[in-house]
């Protein structure tokens, strides 16, 4: 399921537009996207939760050469 098809859901079960439902939906993932780049959790119970964790440096491949580089460490 894609955006557009969670707007038309949302819209139908919630018996509002599709331009409601995807202001709505719009405002929850700038929140959640927000939320999380601060380094808060988020928890929804009985559906998920968001958090952003570090990743540390590593070492991968080239997939190409073969030859062995090393993967930055980010947040994620």
Known sequence: ?????????????????????DEVI?????????????GEKITLVGFGSFERRERSEREGRNPKTKETITIPATRV
């Open 1 to 21: 399921m894609n955006k557009g098809e969670l707007v038309d859901a949302v819209a139908a079960k919630a018996n509002i537009t599709k331009k409601q439902a």
């Open 26 to 38: 719009s405002a929850f993932l700038e929140v959640v996207t927000e939320a999380v780049a601060k």
